[in-house]
């Protein structure tokens, strides 16, 4: 293997990924009608114990004859995090085994599904961790908010405005619990960059009774792009369940309402979506806990 890049780490953002397992997959994807392409390739991450992140490949030919390409993928996704205020940290990526055939070679494509897949690894399989001073995040953000009278409201019957609904069971595993703030409900609107694709959430903390208490209840309608934008909601809480449980944390209840949606799963940005939504409940929660990191 030899070193092909590296990337400095930015310490100025409080958000970070990185990994403490290794992680290897085959990656492969194709096109067999149209515009043929073909994919192929061998991608690895795995912990560098330093700040940098460092893109290996082996000296195969058509490994180098698929180098420039992979490493523009992970370029853009790497751009794309610093615009978020993410650093990608510590991390070694290690490209083996790539596939090159003149006839089916598509750089751009390449670049498109290196990104995309990555986006995915980093997102499902590495360590995220968001932590204080913040500098008000919250605050920041356009926001809406409200102080709900629980005399008169009902958590609960929220929820017969919706169709859909699915369920996350928090279990009391840690000495720890995080929760958010009583009485407040919120509502966000998460955009990707092209402002393509958008979803609207409304998020309150959940005290109907202890039975009720440890879960998370995420609920829509059936219109069509809600139902998609269920799903990647869905996918953020749990994503953000499995790393506050893995760092010692217990989750409080919530409530989380997709009021309104626009997405077109045919544009790799989808994930981006999820991603906002997990960095925002997660930069919420350390908001308002007494705690460091997250």
Same mark, same amino acid.
């Given at each position: 293997?030899?070193?092909?890049?590296?990337?400095?780490?930015?310490?100025?953002?409080?958000?970070?990924?990185?990994?403490?397992?290794?992680?290897?997959?085959?990656?492969?994807?194709?096109?067999?009608?149209?515009?043929?392409?073909?994919?192929?390739?061998?991608?690895?991450?795995?912990?560098?114990?330093?700040?940098?992140?460092?893109?290996?490949?082996?000296?195969?030919?058509?490994?180098?004859?698929?180098?420039?390409?992979?490493?523009?993928?992970?370029?853009?996704?790497?751009?794309?995090?610093?615009?978020?205020?993410?650093?990608?940290?510590?991390?070694?990526?290690?490209?083996?085994?790539?596939?090159?055939?003149?006839?089916?070679?598509?750089?751009?494509?390449?670049?498109?599904?290196?990104?995309?897949?990555?986006?995915?690894?980093?997102?499902?399989?590495?360590?995220?961790?968001?932590?204080?001073?913040?500098?008000?995040?919250?605050?920041?953000?356009?926001?809406?908010?409200?102080?709900?009278?629980?005399?008169?409201?009902?958590?609960?019957?929220?929820? !017969?405005? =919706?169709?859909?609904?699915?369920? +996350? %069971?928090?279990? $009391?595993?840690?000495?720890?619990? /995080?929760?958010?703030?009583? #009485?407040?409900?919120?509502?966000?609107?998460?955009?990707?960059?092209?402002?393509?694709?958008?979803?609207?959430?409304?998020?309150?903390?959940?005290?109907?009774?202890?039975?009720?208490?440890?879960?998370?209840?995420?609920?829509?309608?059936?219109?069509?792009?809600?139902?998609?934008?269920?799903?990647?909601?869905?996918?953020?809480?749990?994503?953000?369940?499995?790393?506050?449980?893995?760092?010692?944390?217990?989750?409080?209840?919530? !409530?989380? =309402?997709?009021?309104?949606?626009? +997405? %077109?799963?045919? $544009?790799?940005?989808?994930?981006? /979506?999820?991603?906002?939504? #997990?960095?925002?409940?997660?930069?919420?929660?350390?908001?308002?806990?007494?705690?460091?990191?997250?």
């Amino acid at each position: 293997m030899r070193l092909y890049k590296t990337h400095k780490t930015r310490n100025d953002f409080q958000r970070v990924i990185t990994i403490k397992e290794e992680y290897s997959e085959r990656y492969c994807c194709y096109k067999q009608s149209g515009p043929n392409f073909v994919i192929d390739y061998v991608i690895s991450l795995k912990s560098n114990n330093e700040e940098n992140v460092n893109i290996y490949c082996d000296i195969e030919e058509q490994t180098l004859a698929v180098i420039v390409s992979i490493s523009q993928g992970i370029d853009e996704v790497i751009q794309e995090l610093n615009l978020s205020e993410i650093t990608l940290k510590g991390i070694d990526i290690l490209i083996e085994k790539g596939v090159y055939r003149p006839g089916d070679f598509k750089a751009n494509s390449y670049v498109f599904y290196t990104s995309k897949r990555l986006k995915e690894i980093l997102f499902r399989n590495c360590l995220k961790y968001s932590r204080k001073p913040i500098k008000n995040k919250i605050e920041d953000q356009r926001i809406s908010s409200e102080i709900i009278d629980r005399s008169k409201t009902n958590i609960a019957n929220l929820h !017969n405005d =919706y169709e859909l609904l699915k369920t +996350i %069971d928090l279990p $009391n595993r840690n000495k720890e619990t /995080l929760y958010l703030p009583e #009485y407040v409900l919120i509502q966000k609107e998460f955009l990707t960059y092209e402002a393509k694709e958008s979803v609207t959430i409304s998020v309150v903390a959940n005290d109907f009774g202890y039975r009720h208490l440890n879960r998370i209840s995420v609920s829509t309608n059936y219109d069509k792009n809600c139902v998609k934008a269920f799903s990647l909601v869905g996918e953020a809480l749990e994503q953000l369940k499995r790393d506050c449980y893995s760092q010692g944390y217990n989750l409080g209840g919530m !409530n989380i =309402y997709i009021n309104k949606a626009k +997405i %077109d799963y045919v $544009n790799h940005k989808s994930l981006d /979506l999820a991603s906002q939504v #997990y960095w925002f409940l997660k930069d919420y929660l350390l908001q308002c806990n007494e705690v460091e990191i997250i």
